[in-house]
């Protein structure tokens, strides 16, 4: 068993760095420094320049860009496992997205010139670390695609869905607030508070607490998706 030390257990729990050795954590954790942010801390503005690879250990935070009216756009929620900042390997830039915690969240950092050392000597990661800028890119493509193409209503029931399969349950946790959620799926959030009070109403859904969607019937939400394309 692994004597898991704090740099020891933010390597270990990160899906990046699955299948690695004592040995091989032990090389890895000089090169990482941990900090802690409150709820609404910034860990990286737009105008700075993006220097790290920021890995979530615990908390949550949300990515975001500002509209030309200084509306927010929110573009993805990580929470612990995953990563944010691997366009620092590439070039130096900034990076035109805030990223700013939402909850109490502790972030492991590695400089850019280290990581890439890392990458070198251990090309599984290199691998690891191309799948998920390719999901991400899918899931950004799908998002644009829903929100120009999309009405809002099937882009809330569609989100429903996914959520009840990626969690595998009807009790649905919303990751954030509902402003940023309705961010996140391009509606304002009055669109997004009236189709709940629909779903609500139809016997969908039901809304015990503040920051728990039920999902009461599936196979009528499914339905109702096809119905409103």
Do not use: W
């Not at 900042?85 to 590695?110: N, R």
């Not at 899931?139 to 999309?150: A, H, M, S």
């Amino acid at each position: 068993m692994i004597g898991f030390t704090k740099y020891d257990h933010c390597i270990s729990t990160m899906p990046l760095f699955q299948g690695l050795s004592l040995t091989e954590i032990q090389f890895i954790q000089s090169d990482i420094t941990e900090q802690a942010f409150s709820a609404g801390q910034f860990i990286y503005q737009a105008e700075d320049i993006l220097e790290s690879l920021y890995l979530i250990q615990e908390g949550k935070v949300k990515v975001y860009r500002l509209g030309s009216s200084g509306k927010e756009q929110v573009i993805r929620i990580l929470e612990q496992g995953d990563f944010v900042g691997e366009l620092a390997l590439f070039e130096e830039q900034h990076y035109g997205c805030f990223i700013e915690a939402i909850s109490p969240t502790k972030v492991c950092t590695i400089q850019k010139d280290n990581f890439k050392r890392i990458l070198l000597s251990h090309p599984q990661i290199a691998l690891e670390l191309l799948s998920e800028m390719a999901r991400r890119l899918d899931n950004t493509e799908r998002l644009t695609v829903g929100i120009t193409t999309e009405r809002a209503e099937t882009r809330l029931i569609q989100y429903l869905l996914e959520e009840n399969i990626k969690q595998n349950t009807e009790q649905i946790k919303l990751e954030t607030t509902k402003k940023e959620l309705a961010s996140y799926l391009g509606m304002t959030p009055e669109t997004l508070s009236r189709y709940l009070t629909k779903l609500t109403r139809n016997n969908l859904i039901k809304q015990p607490i503040p920051n728990i969607i039920e999902l009461t019937n599936v196979t009528e939400l499914k339905n109702l998706m096809d119905k409103v394309r």
